[in-house]
């Protein structure tokens, strides 16, 4: 089992920045691939980006591509986002989970075996 907790999410501007965070604990961070995934209210989860076990990879969905980038650091268990030019489609619940899979399968959300609770992240106009 993998406890994850997300943190950083707040309210900001359009064209801010912001930091999240997942600290992961249970089982030894460094043998999953961390992914972000997001849910707006009304839409369906998408997948954010994610970075494999040692960060020899990252992952990007073409929404965000160029202005998120999604790092870790197993020292500490952590996972980070760091999202800028943020606009009101972004605003949404940001989830961190932790899997398993193949590389090919690092992309979708039903092939991770723990989430966190969430951090709400919203954008004003």
């Known amino acids: 089992q993998v406890q994850l907790v997300e943190s950083g999410g707040r309210l900001v501007q359009t064209g801010g920045s912001l930091k999240l965070s997942c600290t992961g604990s249970g089982r030894t961070f460094s043998n999953y691939n961390m992914g972000w995934f997001r849910q707006a209210p009304g839409k369906e989860r998408e997948f954010v980006a994610a970075?494999?076990?040692?960060?020899?990879?990252?992952h990007y969905a073409d929404s965000i591509k160029g202005r998120f980038t999604i790092s870790r650091d197993n020292t500490k268990n952590t996972v980070y986002l760091q999202m800028n030019s943020l606009n009101p489609d972004d605003t949404a619940v940001y989830y961190c989970a932790a899997g398993t899979q193949i590389l090919s399968a690092i992309r979708e959300g039903r092939m991770y075996n723990f989430w966190g609770q969430g951090t709400q992240v919203t954008v004003s106009s």
């Open positions: 970075i494999r076990r040692n960060g020899g990879s990252t």
